[in-house]
T-cell receptor, first 113, second 114 residues
Framework: LAKTTQPISMDSYEGQEVNITCSHN???????ITWYQQFPSQGPRFIIQ???TKVTNEVASLFIPADRKSSTLSLPRVSLSDTAVYYC??????????????FGAGTRLAVHP | DGGITQSPKYLFRKEGQNVTLSCEQNLNHDAMYWYRQDPGQGLRLIYY???????QKGDIAEGYSVSREKKESFPLTVTSAQKNPTAFYLC?????????????FGSGTQLSVL
């Protein structure tokens, strides 16, 4: 059973705002929602994390509705260097006290000139 | 600088050989993870450990083994039982896995079969 569902791929153009939505219907009460960015042959890099409402940092915004069953990563004015895979991560069910931290398939964002 | 160090960056395995991938962190994190990534695919969890001398199987543990004798080290052995080991391997750590706190990743090891 997938913990998160994201679009497989998205295309955009330089200067546009990109919104990537992740569904996580079974999110646990104490779980944070975390987004990562990955370039080819590199480890994922933390982008932003939130619990509810809206969070903004220097690179992105994260919108979380009241029911927390989904979240939207917003990248303002993307550039070619934002071409990457973006992962939404929520915790897995606790099994014997352990949180497995399972990644979904991610969204491949391609930014065009 | 604090962080996670994976070595080697590239590794080649002969048929029937066991190889060990190193992962060291100086972040004082309790939890460490190993993921496998195949070309064009997402990350799949191999093993994870939340305290010293304890570790749990992830979704694809067959053909792999780990140890956690020290807090800062979590080596992964790819055994000869793993018939398709060619992949990119990533190690990660976090200090508060219970609430899905931020994961810190190493730069990865690319394993190929000769």
């Amino acid at each position: 059973l997938a913990k998160t569902t994201q679009p497989i791929s998205m295309d955009s153009y330089e200067g546009q705002e990109v919104n990537i939505t992740c569904s996580h219907n079974n999110i646990a009460t104490n779980d944070y929602i975390t987004w990562y960015q990955q370039f080819p042959s590199q480890g994922p890099r933390f982008i932003i994390q939130g619990y509810k409402t809206k969070v903004t940092n220097e690179v992105a915004s994260l919108f979380i509705p009241a029911d927390r069953k989904s979240s939207t990563l917003s990248l303002p004015r993307v550039s070619l260097s934002d071409t990457a895979v973006y992962y939404c991560l929520v915790g897995d069910d606790f099994s014997g006290g352990y949180n497995k931290l399972i990644f979904g398939a991610g969204t491949r964002l391609a930014v065009h000139p | 600088d604090g962080g996670i160090t994976q070595s080697p960056k590239y590794l080649f395995r002969k048929e029937g050989q066991n190889v060990t991938l190193s992962c060291e962190q100086n972040l004082n994190h309790d939890a460490m993870y190993w993921y496998r990534q195949d070309p064009g695919q997402g990350l799949r969890l191999i093993y994870y450990s939340q305290i010293v001398n304890d570790f749990q199987k992830g979704d694809i543990a067959e053909g792999y083994s780990v140890s956690r004798e020290k807090k800062e080290s979590f080596p992964l052995t790819v055994t000869s039982a793993q018939k398709n080991p060619t992949a990119f391997y990533l190690c990660a750590s976090t200090d508060r896995p219970a609430t899905n706190e931020k994961l810190f990743f190493g730069s990865g090891t690319q394993l190929s079969v000769l």
